[in-house]
């Protein structure tokens, strides 16, 4: 349970791991009454979203996405699987309970050595389901291409990674590359459109990459030019995840810039 008398910032050698690999993963942040709680609201979320009004489903890139504009939020399908759900973003506007799981010393406090600001607030959240057999893979990425053209400091954003269940390879866990941060953008994919903001995958050798097999409850912290994926669930296991990603106090959040864009189009 949260110790609300302790700092929960990075000691001194994570800070110089975080330097060198570009993530930091604690083991037993959250209980697995607390994984088990934080769940469930998941899935009353998702539930929701699955029985409200269908809008149209669109391939962009390697993703299948849905506009749920009652909501504010975009839920992503599986694309070999167009009725189950890969992930919802953003999420703290629908569910004051998740929005509260964001706002934790646990998550939050790491994300401002990230960050490099002692006052840090949320820029995005989303949530990440890979179904038992059917949860597909998450491509080779940054997260920097996909946020440098909605903000200034897209650099300096930090996301904090929720294990919900056990991660191993054959449920899909994250992937990563050490020390893939320390370059800036690496090439991307020679196409049009969203899919120009995914990696070029002949471009990076995937040696490189680390599989966080790692229990229900770590956090794994990384920062904007980390490079990563996960690959298909083949197990007969969910494996779930939330994503919180911070910056520093004073900049807006993502669902208020996407607003702002779709005002300017229609201006």
Sequence with gaps: MLDKTRT???DAAEREQLA??????REGVFSR??????????????GALEAAKRGEKLRVG???????????TVVKWEPFFPDVVQGVEPFAHISTPLRDWGLDARLVDPAKDICGDDDVVLFTEKLNVKRARHGGSIILHQDFPYWE??????????????????????NGCLEVAPGSHTVGKHPQRATDGFGSLEMD??????????????PAGAVAFFGAFLVHRSLPNTSDRDRRALLYSYQPAGHPHALELHRLFRDRAKA
Excluded: K, W
């Excluded at 607390?34 to 998702?46: L, Q, S, Y």
């Design 201 to 214: 995958p002949d471009q990076f050798d995937h040696e490189r990459l680390v599989a966080l097999e790692v």
């Design 8 to 10: 929960y910032r990075m």
């Design 62 to 72: 390697s993703y299948m996405f849905e506009a749920n504009l009652d909501a504010a």
């Design 33 to 46: 009454a607390e994984c088990a709680a934080i769940a469930a609201e998941c899935e009353t979320m998702v």
């Design 20 to 25: 060198r690999d570009g993530y930091v993963v």
């Design 149 to 170: 053209n909605m903000t200034p400091i897209a650099a300096q954003i930090s996301t904090a990674m929720i294990f919900l269940d056990d991660a191993d390879r054959a």
